[in-house]
């Protein structure tokens, strides 16, 4: 298994850490608004990996945390005139009702940062104690030049920074760079009691102080949106890598690339920020699941309504296919064409050609999801092979028991990708079979006005026959 690694900037050998567990971390959103389908493409595709990895034997723990406390939690409290826990743990339940919408349930674990205050002081503790951080009035700091290595993984040396970041003036920092890592109580703030005064976490040391709890201090992979990588991702290195001496803090650190809409990146401003909620009021998941792994994870996602309908569309040949499939498996809603499939007697040579194309299609799938969880290849891969099978089908080359494995091998993907549809088997009645076996008798008898008369009571009743190469297939109109 092969994984991008942002720290060395190379393709990298996963090797984990500890043989027994694989431990998986990625950052949670900002509850403070309803989540969005920039955040629908993070989760979605850390989903994917977590389930390849586990398809692939690894024993994976995937923890999130929450950040339920924050700045821009507390403003739009504020704004709305509601207390901050409140309105974070609102968009908390939200974001879980979305992420359930989204097939997303690979997380072991969500941790919401309110309740691992304790964590936190103790890992501030160990910080000041190490002379890494120092208290002031106005809440505790890192110390950035106590900690040289500043800027491995977004590869930026201090000086560097200075020159492309603006920092806004604070008194109570010795140097610019310094980070918070408690920030002193401020009238109408939520608070906790803390040996540097009641106050609230910064928004770094959550994370640390949350992995190091179930992890320890050293762990196999973080993964978040790019935007992350600094200085999110690199205070948390800092602040790990400090306090506990052990290098690295993180094995491998994956990010996504960003989702813009039409070009743009998501704001309200621009009215063309899209909620979960509204995207899956006008598409369904799997045509959104589809986009998002069609696109590999590290380029940036351009959403447009084309891209999303362009998707809808492939949906609908997977979902067609899978029909198609089922009712080869199980030909209940099929009268047999007994003459044909007699005729063409499936020979050993077909049948083995058919299991190497599942064996392929398998294969192809692993080693794409191996080289870097590489899922537009395996979103091509699957329709070429929708492709082949489709020719063989038409030649009546396709088995039931062959579509009964095809459709196993297709599920087995599924585990992972969560695209494919739920197809509900079509309910046939009796006397609609009855007509069309009826219809079949006369057109084998060329008396095809009788066959027509019989055609029109089956439409009259809601239903069409179509002739396949397979036999009839009866089916709803409109289905
Ligand atoms: P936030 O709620 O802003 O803290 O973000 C939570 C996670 O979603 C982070 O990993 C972000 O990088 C990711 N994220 C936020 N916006 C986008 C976006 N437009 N595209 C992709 N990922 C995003």
Redesign the pocket.
């Given at each position: 298994m092969k994984i991008y690694n942002t720290l060395s900037g190379k393709k990298e050998d996963l090797k984990l850490l500890n043989q027994k567990r694989l431990n998986f971390f990625?950052?949670?959103?900002?509850v403070y608004n309803s989540s969005?389908i920039?955040?629908a493409?993070?989760?979605v595709f850390f989903d994917t990996a977590v389930k390849y990895l586990r398809f692939a034997g690894y024993k994976v723990f995937y923890l999130q945390n929450i950040?339920d406390i924050d700045d821009k939690i507390i403003n739009r409290a504020n704004e709305l005139g509601q207390e901050p826990l409140f309105l974070s743990r609102h968009y908390t339940n939200e974001y879980f009702k979305d992420m359930q919408e989204l097939r997303i349930n690979s997380v072991s674990k969500y941790a919401p940062a309110s309740k691992f205050i304790p964590q936190i002081i103790t890992q501030i503790k160990t910080l000041i104690k190490k002379k890494y951080a120092y208290a002031t009035p106005g809440g505790v700091y890192f110390d950035i030049t106590k900690f040289p290595q500043y800027g491995k993984l977004s590869r930026q040396s201090l000086k560097s920074l200075k020159k492309a970041v603006r920092i806004e003036p604070d008194a109570n920092k010795r140097h610019d760079f310094d980070f918070v890592l408690w920030k002193a109580k401020k009238i109408g703030e939520p608070f906790w009691k803390s040996p540097w005064g009641d106050g609230r976490p910064g928004w770094h040391i959550e994370d640390t102080a949350i992995s190091e709890h179930f992890f320890g201090s050293q762990y196999d992979i973080h993964g978040?949106?790019?935007?992350?990588k600094f200085p999110h991702h690199e205070s948390e290195i800092a602040q790990q890598e400090a306090a506990s001496g052990k290098i690295p803090f993180v094995k491998y650190w994956m990010h996504?690339?960003?989702?813009?809409v039409s070009g743009t990146?998501?704001s309200k401003s621009l009215k063309n920020f899209i909620t979960i909620h509204d995207l899956l009021k006008k598409h369904s998941t799997e045509a959104f699941r589809l986009l998002v792994l069609q696109n590999h994870y590290r380029s940036p996602l351009n959403y447009t309504d084309k891209s999303i309908q362009a998707t809808e569309e492939g949906l609908k040949r997977i979902e067609e296919f899978m029909t198609r499939l089922k009712k080869i498996r199980n030909p209940k809603s099929q009268i047999p064409n007994k003459s044909k499939i007699q005729n063409s007697k499936l020979t050993q040579h077909v049948i083995l050609s058919q299991t190497k194309n599942l064996n392929e299609l398998l294969k192809k799938f692993t080693i794409a999801m191996e080289n870097d969880f590489d899922t537009p290849k395996v979103i091509a891969g699957i329709f070429n092979f929708i492709k082949k099978i489709n020719g063989l089908i038409d030649k009546n080359l396709f088995s039931t028991k062959e579509a009964a494995n095809a459709i196993a091998a297709l599920k087995k993907i599924d585990i992972v990708l969560g695209i494919m549809p739920k197809i509900k088997e079509e309910e046939i009645p009796d006397a609609i079979k009855k007509l069309a076996e009826e219809r079949e008798k006369y057109r084998k008898e060329k008396k095809w006005t009788e066959a027509d008369k019989i055609r029109e009571k089956i439409t009259r009743a809601g239903f069409i026959v179509e002739d396949m190469p397979t036999g009839l297939n009866i089916k709803k109109a409109g289905a």
């Open positions: 990625v950052c949670g959103p900002t969005h920039g955040h493409r993070t989760y950040t978040g949106g790019v935007d992350l996504t690339g960003h989702l813009l990146k998501m």
